[in-house]
């Protein structure tokens, strides 16, 4: 009985003996959770620095990205790519306030012959004007205040006679449609509602011919058409202008001429010429027919080459020619020759600047002892800067030094010495892409030791257009 106990104790020893040794599990780690339940390593909070700088990034995308929607909005409100668009119809509303010191004018007559004496006996002292009739500028059509008794711009539009005044600059309309065949047409009309009387301007109407080119862009055009002459011309009505007011040099480079004109684009070069019935003079002032007066037209180009600085740095030349308006003969002529150069997003600066000179030589007659009698003599040169900063998307600072030497004379009606310099400065609001608004100050400077007299010109404008 011993024995068969003793075998049946040891008989699951045996048995155990001969099956491979159970694996015995590993000691889960004091304080440790299993590897699947580890917690994840947690996420760095940002600093205050580096959200700021996350800030400024994506406010500077978001800068380049407004501008460069408000660049071509502003394209297309005012003519665009037709062809695109097939058609559109943009309207704007210009409204502005104003305060210019003085009487509002920027003329002043040298009674007396005090200052320039070399034309006393030739033309009345009170006809021999000192300052620039347009330098009292308040708004993107270059109206001045007041023009006094000025007799080289006989239609004082504005009249405020020195009293600040609420205005309606302009009420643009710009229709456009795309007839096929790479053809469209397009018109750009200004009403301009005035005290005494209300004007309708009819600025810009063209046929245009845009060809499919596999190397380039060419653009012909026919009717009233832009200018070639200089850069400023590119931005001057209220809604694509940065500031409120042109430069003083603008008369001489933004008027839309009657004419054809061409324009072909290759990578970076960009050429541009017109042959027009007359010069590319602001006509707004001069209520004349646009009508040739002469046997032969007037020929304008300018050439531009793109180079890679910031988003582009253009440098370019223009010029023209061609008989003098306002007289029958083919042999008075008229010249123009500028430069410019226009910089884009260098820092978030941008810059603009020309320089411009010209003549119309005028004709006198034979028996006259009065200079110019039969056509008036016109010589100039001038020269702008101008350079903003958008600080924000919505914000932009912009300063601009202008200067303009002239000397206009026509026999004893009249003498312009005209020796000016500005200085502007001004913020311009996007506070939607509909809507802009602006506020410049400009403070102007007689040159030639004439007595400095107050014409300083507090404008804005508040632009709202539709789509």
């Known amino acids: 009985m011993k024995i068969a106990a003793l075998l049946l104790v040891c008989m699951p020893v045996v048995a155990a003996a001969d099956d491979e040794p159970a694996p015995v599990p590993a000691p889960t780690p004091i304080n440790e959770p299993p590897p699947s339940e580890a917690p994840t390593a947690p996420t760095p909070v940002p600093t205050t620095t580096e959200l700021a700088e996350d800030i400024d990034a994506l406010a500077e995308k978001q800068k380049k990205l407004e501008k460069a929607e408000h660049a071509d909005a502003a394209r297309l409100r005012v003519l665009g790519d037709l062809p695109a668009l097939k058609r559109f119809i943009n309207m704007y509303v210009d409204v502005?306030?104003?305060?210019?010191?003085?009487?509002?004018?920027?003329?002043?007559?040298?009674?007396?012959?005090?200052?320039y004496p070399k034309y006393m006996g030739r033309t009345p002292g009170e006809w021999v004007f000192m300052g620039d009739p347009l330098s009292t500028a308040i708004n993107s059509l270059g109206e001045p205040s007041d023009t006094s008794n000025s007799r080289e711009v006989p239609v004082d539009t504005v009249n405020s006679e020195g009293r600040p005044s609420l205005l309606v600059n302009t009420i643009g309309l710009a229709i456009g449609k795309y007839i096929g065949h790479d053809i469209a047409v397009a018109s750009l009309t200004q009403l301009l509602p005035r005290p005494d009387n209300n004007i309708l301007d009819v600025q810009l109407a063209e046929i245009e011919y845009r060809p499919?080119?596999?190397?380039?862009?060419?653009?012909?055009?026919?009717?009233?058409?832009d200018s070639v002459l200089g850069i400023e011309y590119r931005a001057q009505d209220a809604p694509v202008r940065l500031g409120v007011t042109p430069s003083l040099i603008g008369r001489y480079t933004s008027g839309r001429p009657l004419g054809v004109r061409a324009q072909y684009q290759k990578g970076r070069l960009n050429i541009s010429g017109t042959v027009?019935?007359?010069?590319?003079?602001?006509?707004?002032?001069?209520?004349?027919?646009?009508?040739?007066?002469?046997?032969?037209?007037?020929?304008?180009g300018h050439g531009q080459w793109m180079l890679p600085v910031g988003q582009g740095l253009e440098i370019g030349a223009s010029g023209a020619i061609g008989p003098q308006d306002g007289q029958p003969d083919i042999?008075?002529?008229?010249?123009?020759?500028?430069?410019?150069?226009?910089?884009?997003d260098l820092h978030g600066f941008d810059a603009a600047a020309e320089y411009v000179q010209g003549r119309q030589e005028g004709k006198t007659a034979s028996i006259s002892m009065t200079a110019c009698d039969v056509a008036p003599c016109l010589h100039y040169k001038g020269a702008y800067l101008l350079v903003d900063h958008r600080i924000r998307w919505w914000v932009t600072p912009y300063v601009r030094v202008d200067w303009r030497d002239a000397?206009?004379?026509?026999?004893?009606?009249?003498?312009?010495?005209?020796?000016?310099?500005?200085g502007t400065f001004g913020v311009h609001f996007e506070m939607t892409s509909h809507i802009i608004a602006k506020i410049e100050y400009t403070k102007n400077h007689e040159l030639g030791g004439i007595p400095q007299f107050a014409d300083d010109i507090l404008t804005s404008s508040l632009v709202v257009t539709t789509d």
């Open 96 to 115: 502005g306030a104003f305060a210019v010191g003085g009487n509002g004018s920027g003329i002043r007559s040298d009674v007396g012959h005090l200052y």
């Open 212 to 225: 499919q080119l596999d190397d380039g862009m060419l653009r012909v055009s026919a009717g009233k058409v």
């Open 276 to 300: 027009a019935n007359g010069d590319n003079f602001q006509p707004i002032f001069e209520r004349e027919t646009e009508l040739k007066s002469n046997n032969l037209p007037t020929a304008a």
């Open 331 to 344: 042999h008075v002529t008229q010249w123009h020759l500028g430069f410019d150069a226009k910089l884009t």
């Open 407 to 422: 000397v206009h004379t026509k026999g004893a009606e009249f003498v312009y010495e005209s020796h000016t310099i500005r």
